[in-house]
């Protein structure tokens, strides 16, 4: 199928683009940004979106790009996924991302797509945003009046509907590193290996000395509107000495991981429903736990 | 109307476009290169595969005006000399295609997959080629005929690999 | 390009494991040769419909119904019409007095209901996405604009989704006839003497859910005129059929109307009809004067390419103690979707004569009711009947083998026709010819590992392993190479099964071969330059096929049912020889002998006993200078034969498959797949091979991806390639293949068709290896598409039904719509949900082999 008509803009900076971001939006008009274009030119391609204008943010260098800054990860909005999953430094400092950039969609659309773009779009199917959910990132957007940040427990506010204010743009995503200990996993489950993700688990889990799960941070996909924090298992976790099951027959990380799906709301789509949904969510925590302590 | 400069196969073109014109309609419509099909609008098929300065990517799935200044080649540009790709030899070598629809894309994804991978096993080939689909063949002889592209090439590295351009996508990080 | 591969690679790979004869150096038949077809297809200079541009050109774009069903109260299409770069806008109205009505060449019974079918709705809408307007324009993106300026006002009627509430008294109508299409019977033997008093019987009901095609060309048409005649180009299997039907139903002379299918992107059955799109771009080009083109989207294609399978299937076997099967009773329910397209009925009755499988048995009955609902019309897809057929026999084999604690393949051998027995004239009237089942199962279970995988599953079965392994086999034959002429009519079917070729020596010794057969993607032009090159001892590169234009090839019965080689194949033969007897005639006149003395070998005449010869090249020169010619004799070397069969052909197979099933997730992982084939004499390993690949894909597909969704309302969920699901490569194993030969004795070539068979064996394989993992808990079905969910419920709802289980789990079995539950063996479709869980399920094994029902939940 076919795009309606738009037009198109192609800022020659970061600050030109806030200017027409929020021009457009002051006159009532319908913009969409353009990063890689890998969810929306499906969208506009079935008509499912009429933007009035596209402003193409894909020819800014300065919002391209890894970088190492002491305690966190920066990387740019529009940083490809090959780009960020080829990184030394995501490799090394946030594997996590890596690992979950590496299942995104396929090597061509990987080509294409940007982290930003995957984080902007707030598609709670997508792999990313419970990524940065789980690792506590921090949004750092733009507008005409300045730069503000915002933490991705925020940022996720409604299906498809990213914090972003009026012409206001994201920069890129600051990623804690967390230092040493930590084992991380994404585990992804989907139908065929190009289909959305039915439920994906993103961990980060740290052992105390004594083998004892210290800390757990848990984001879940396709559990809700947003992606959400598994905070009741997270707490469940905590202490939890990860040995074979007890002589009395109890697991106890099974029984944290069973927690999994507290508090989320589970959709309701062709390829689940809310209970199975719930179950793989559960399942898969315990596997995606299991494979982050190694 | 934007007015994009493009090179697709080694052409160097000027267009005026819409903005909405998708790169793949560019090809077909505007300048006759009909060896790349269109197979899908959700950019899952793959059909539509082209590599863009160096890399591969969905050209439904692709503005035009994304694409000014860049280099294209499509499956059209693969030939050199009048001698084929390695992966197109391997492709008829192995009996890898049936009505061809898919072809020109799965061409393009494997080639860009030995970019990366140049002996890839055989589940490497199959992750590897997971946005492009073929509804003819069962993907078996895809995967021979990639791995033995991937054979061939290496005793005959790079001379004919598609898109210059390698350089250009390290420039981010 | 055509050279013969280097040796080794792939024929040693294919013929590695098969006793067939060596091909020999001389003979092309049996030769892994290289597609002549590739070197366009791998280079881009294909021809796809959508690539034609004509001068002058406009492009066509319809509005479609976003209703599954409604009357249509209005429509205005005015404010499209003024549209920039809009030629034309029409409402069905518009083309009421000359759009006619779609074809349905297969009226299965004497008082189907046929109802009007016109390509653009007028009064009605009666699925989705059936056209209600068009708009001309001069680019395509113009014409997509216009759409949206379009008025249609509609007033929704009740939709029609379910065929068991269709056919109650009181449902909603499709068409004011009633929703019963069609009831079709056909018996053989004393079907209540077989059940009377069975010791056994199994009496299962399954869902073939509603399938998507799925050609990875989308649909196209160009239709253009000169005023005087039309030429349509369509991305069709069907050419010569589509020129018959369009001159029949647009009232265009069919000798003003060519018909041309370019290289044409796969088809699977979904090609095989006369379009709503092909009859109205003509419309258009009639009235506008100019070429016009039509170029589906993915989406578009999803709703509006004919569908496939979509029948409720309930089958009852009657058998002895020992396994013997007494008798098969059949009841279909088939969803014809809201029209019968071009054979609608009748696919569901090419699996009629099917239902018997490979098995002997006293007594067979079978009742097909068509049934109209509000979706889009099915009609062939690969196998076509067959598949469904396969499927339940072969499901309720397994479960009578289960029933009796037999091994499943040791219950088909206890049941299937034995080699010595061929001839067999089975007990739905068909004599199969020829056929070894002992050796290709005996194959196949060697080339699978059967008895170490059998070991591997104690074990797991023993350990409960979270992950267990299941093995599915799956023992078909299909009826394939359609068609004796005299049995298509004897099922009311509106043509014959013939297929003609031409064949002509070229001045210069080179040879063309006209074929009324229409490849898209078989390698036509490849088998068949062997086939031409063998009988005419002529170099296979100089052998030219022209195909796909009725203009070139002007008879032609197409390409579908596997029948291109088993009919089209042998009629160049056919074609072939009686050039041969030609070229005979005129070397003995030439040597000045008798033509019984002159004999034929590897492209020469000879005097027999003598050194003295003729070239087959050198008598094409002589013929076209003609200054030496027999009496009488005109001066060509061609002819023409045209070959109707005197019997289907029987290609069979055993396919065994080995999955892994995640009993905590559901998830399914085909482990392994064997399939061996028996397709007779075989005139090129290589497309064999990849014939069956692909077919084995296709069928796997449907057991565990793929399902053409609708929602309450009859809309369709399943509108692109994101909610569609068709395997990549990165869903599927590699597939082993290996062969059997036992030729056809219904044809010289000895060949049987393949086209299909992988499709038909792989489904039953894949779904039986499933229920094989999950026996233990007490599954015996898992409805396709057999997604991870749907196996996950099939547990819960095993683990539901343990007595004295704690409620434990929480998802609502999957509603199974159809046939009352049967008590004694049915699953129980529609029983009420099991309570909630209050925590992740805990699943008992029920099997007698492990007594205890202690929760396994500790050892994961």
């Given at each position: 199928m076919i795009p309606a008509p738009f037009d198109y803009v192609r800022p020659a900076s970061v600050e030109d683009a806030c200017r027409v971001l929020a021009d457009a939006e002051a006159a009532g008009d319908e913009v969409k940004v353009l990063a890689?274009?890998?969810?929306l030119l499906p969208l506009l391609r079935l008509r499912l979106a009429y933007p009035s204008a596209l402003v193409d943010?894909?020819?800014?260098?300065?919002?391209r790009g890894v970088a190492d800054r002491g305690d966190h990860v920066y990387i740019g909005a529009l940083t490809t996924h090959d780009e960020v999953m080829r990184s030394g430094v995501v490799r090394e400092h946030v594997p996590l991302v890596a690992l979950a950039t590496a299942t995104v969609a396929d090597p061509a659309v990987r080509h294409r797509g940007t982290f930003g773009g995957s984080m902007a779009h707030?598609?709670?199917?997508?792999?990313?945003p419970a990524v940065a959910l789980a690792l506590d990132c921090v949004f750092v957007v733009r507008s005409s009046d300045g730069e503000r940040e915002i933490p991705a427990a925020e940022f996720f506010v409604d299906y498809l509907e990213?914090?972003?204010?009026?012409?206001?743009?994201?920069l890129g995503v600051r990623v804690p590193?967390?230092?040493?200990?930590w084992g991380f996993h994404y585990e992804k489950f989907h139908r065929?290996?190009?289909?959305?993700?039915?439920v994906g688990v993103a961990v980060a889990v740290r052992r105390g000395d004594g083998g004892a799960i210290e800390e757990a941070r848990i984001g879940l996909t396709n559990m809700g509107p947003t992606p959400v924090r598994a905070r009741v298992a997270e707490a469940a976790l905590r202490?939890?000495?990860?040995?074979?099951?007890?002589?009395?027959?109890?697991?106890p990380l099974r029984e944290a991981c069973?927690?999994?799906?507290?508090?989320t709301s589970p959709p309701a789509d062709l390829h689940a429903r809310p209970d199975y949904r719930r179950h793989l969510a559960r399942v898969l925590t315990r596997r995606a736990v299991g494979a982050a302590l190694g | 109307m934007p007015r994009i400069t493009v090179s697709v196969d080694g052409v160097t073109y000027e267009e005026e476009v819409?903005?909405?014109?998708l790169l793949v309609h560019l090809l077909?419509?505007?300048?006759?290169?009909?060896?790349t099909p269109v197979g899908c609008d959700?950019?899952?098929?793959?059909?539509?595969t082209v590599t863009l300065d160096g890399r591969s990517a969905k050209s439904c799935s692709v503005l035009a005006v994304q694409a000014d200044g860049s280099e294209v080649v499509t499956?059209?540009?693969?030939?050199r000399d009048g001698r084929w790709h390695p992966m197109q030899e391997a492709f008829h070598a192995e009996h890898?295609?049936?009505?061809?629809?898919c072809t020109p894309g799965m061409l393009m994804a494997a080639i860009d997959l030995l970019r990366d991978?140049?002996?890839?096993?055989e589940e490497a080939v199959r992750r590897g080629l997971e946005g492009n689909l073929c509804r003819?063949?069962?993907y078996t002889n895809i995967v021979r005929a990639v791995r033995r592209a991937a054979a061939e090439m290496s005793r005959a590295p790079h001379e004919r690999m598609p898109g210059a351009a390698e350089d250009r996508e390290a420039a981010a990080s | 390009m055509t050279e013969e591969l280097d040796a080794g690679l792939v024929a040693g790979r294919i013929a590695e494991s098969d006793q067939m004869s060596e091909p020999s150096?001389?003979?092309?038949?049996?030769r892994a040769r290289r597609r002549k077809e590739d070197a366009r297809l791998v280079t881009g200079r294909t021809m796809w419909t959508d690539n034609i541009q004509l001068p002058g050109m406009l492009y066509v774009a319809f509005l479609r119904s976003p209703m599954a069903h409604a009357r249509i109260t209005g429509v205005n299409v005015s404010a499209a019409r003024s549209r920039?770069?809009?030629?034309a806008a029409y409402s069905g109205r518009d083309l009421a007095g000359e759009q006619g009505s779609l074809p349905c060449a297969?009226?299965?019974?004497?008082?189907i209901v046929i109802p009007d079918h016109p390509p653009m709705a007028v009064?009605?809408?009666?699925?989705?996405?059936?056209?209600v307007a068009c708009v001309v324009a001069t680019d395509r993106y113009r014409a997509a604009d216009a759409l949206e300026a379009i008025a249609v006002d509609y007033e929704p009627l009740d939709p029609v989704l379910d065929m068991t509430e269709a056919l109650a008294e009181g449902a909603p109508k499709v068409h004011e006839a009633g929703n019963r299409a069609f009831t079709w019977k056909f018996a053989g033997g004393d079907i209540d003497a077989a059940f009377r008093d069975a010791p056994v019987v199994i009496d299962r009901t399954y869902v073939q859910q509603r399938l998507i095609p799925t050609a990875m060309e989308p649909r196209a048409v160009v239709a253009t005129t000169d005023g005087d005649g039309f030429t349509l180009y369509s991305a069709t299997q069907i050419p010569h059929v589509l020129r018959v039907m369009l001159a029949m139903t647009t009232g265009i002379p069919e000798h003003k109307l060519r018909v041309v299918a370019p290289d044409?992107?796969?088809?699977?059955?979904?090609?095989?009809q006369v379009t709503a799109e092909e009859v109205l771009a003509l419309l258009l080009a009639r009235r506008l004067g100019r070429p016009v083109k039509w170029t589906e989207s993915r989406s578009e294609g999803n709703l509006t390419v004919h569908h496939g399978r979509d029948q409720l299937q309930r089958i009852a076997v009657a058998a002895d103690r020992?396994?013997?099967?007494?008798g098969v009773r059949v009841e279909l329910l088939a969803d014809m979707g809201a029209y019968l397209m071009l054979v609608t009925p009748g696919v569901p009755l090419l699996g009629a004569f099917m239902y018997n499988g490979i098995y002997k048995m006293d007594a067979y009955d079978f009742t097909c009711t068509g049934v109209f609902t509000t979706k889009m019309p099915t009609d062939a897809y690969r196998g076509a009947g067959r598949p469904e057929a396969t499927f339940a026999i072969e499901r309720a084999v397994d479960e009578l083998a289960h029933e009796l604690g037999i091994d499943p393949v040791e219950v088909r051998r206890r049941n299937w026709i034995t080699?010595?027995?061929?001839?067999y004239t089975t007990i739905a009237g068909l004599t199969y010819d020829s056929g070894d089942y002992e050796a290709a199962t005996e194959k196949a279970l060697a080339m699978f590992g059967y008895d170490e995988l059998r070991a591997e599953q104690a074990d797991r079965r023993e350990r409960r392993d979270p992950v267990q392994l299941g093995i599915g086999v799956s023992t078909y034959t299909e009826m394939c190479g359609l068609a004796p002429s005299r049995v298509l009519g004897s099922l009311s079917?509106?043509?014959?099964?013939w297929e003609h070729a031409a064949v002509r020596l070229l001045p210069t010794g080179k040879v063309e071969v006209v074929t009324g057969t229409s490849p898209h993607g078989q390698g036509h032009e490849t088998a068949w330059s062997q086939i031409a090159a063998d009988a005419l001892g002529v170099?296979?590169?100089?052998v030219s096929v022209l195909h796909g234009d009725t203009s070139v090839a002007h008879r032609g019965m197409d390409t579908?049912?596997?029948r291109s080689l088993v009919v089209g194949g042998v009629a160049v033969l056919a074609a072939c020889e009686k050039v041969k007897e030609r070229a005979r005639e005129l070397a003995a006149h030439l040597m000045e002998a008798s033509a019984d003395d002159v004999e034929f070998d590897g492209g020469r005449f000879r005097v027999r006993g003598t050194d003295e010869g003729r070239t087959i090249q050198e008598l094409a020169l002589a013929a076209f200078a003609a200054?030496?010619?027999?009496?009488?004799?005109?001066?060509r070397l061609d002819a023409e034969a045209t070959f109707d069969p005197d019997n289907f052909s029987f290609p069979h197979g055993t396919h065994l498959c080995a999955v892994e099933v995640d009993?905590?997730?559901g998830r399914c992982a085909i482990r392994s797949y064997v399939a061996v084939d028996d397709?007779?004499?075989?005139?090129n390993p290589l497309i064999v091979e990849g014939q069956v690949h692909g077919g084995i894909a296709q069928g796997v597909g449907q057991a565990l991806f793929e399902e053409a969704v609708h929602d309450a309302d009859g809309n369709?969920?399943?509108?692109t390639m994101a909610d569609y699901l068709i395997p990549s490569a990165a869903d599927l194993p590699e597939f082993t293949t290996g062969r059997t030969e036992t030729p056809a004795t219904s044809n010289p070539l000895g060949v049987k068709g393949v086209g299909e068979a992988g499709t038909i064996a792989s489904t039953p394989a894949v779904v039986n290896a499933i229920t094989d993992a999950l026996r233990p808990y007490g599954v015996r079905d898992v409805r396709m598409p057999c997604t991870p969910e749907r196996i996950w419920r099939a547990l819960a709802e095993a683990e539901a039904a343990v007595?004295?289980?704690?409620?434990a789990t929480g998802p609502a079995p999957a509603a199974v719509p159809g046939?009352?539950?049967?008590?004694?063996?049915?699953?129980?479709?529609?029983a009420a949900p099991p309570p909630a869980p209050a925590s992740e399920p805990i699943r008992g094994f029920v099997?007698?082999?492990?007594?205890e029902s202690a929760p396994e939940g500790g050892a994961r």
């Open positions: 890689g274009g890998q969810s943010l894909g020819r800014l260098p300065e919002l707030a598609d709670p199917a997508g792999d990313l990213p914090a972003l204010g009026p012409g206001e743009v994201l590193k967390l230092g040493s200990g065929t290996a190009q289909a959305w993700a039915t202490g939890v000495a990860p040995s074979p099951a007890g002589s009395n027959g109890s697991d069973a927690q999994a799906d507290a508090g | 819409e903005p909405r014109l077909r419509d505007r300048l006759g290169k009909t060896g959700t950019g899952n098929c793959g059909a539509c499956v059209e540009g693969l030939a890898a295609l049936q009505c061809g629809y991978d140049p002996d890839p096993s003819c063949t069962g | 150096a001389e003979r092309e038949m049996g920039p770069g809009v030629v297969w009226p299965v019974t004497e008082d009064d009605e809408v009666r699925y989705p996405g059936e056209a044409v992107g796969g088809g699977f059955g979904s090609k095989l020992d396994g013997r099967i007494r080699r010595e027995e061929f001839p079917y509106g043509a014959g099964g170099p296979f590169e100089d579908y049912g596997s200054h030496d010619l027999p009496g009488g004799f005109e001066p009993t905590e997730t397709v007779g004499s075989v005139v369709l969920v399943t509108t007595p004295g289980q704690a409620p046939f009352a539950p049967v008590p004694t063996h049915g699953s129980t479709p529609g099997a007698p082999a492990t007594s």
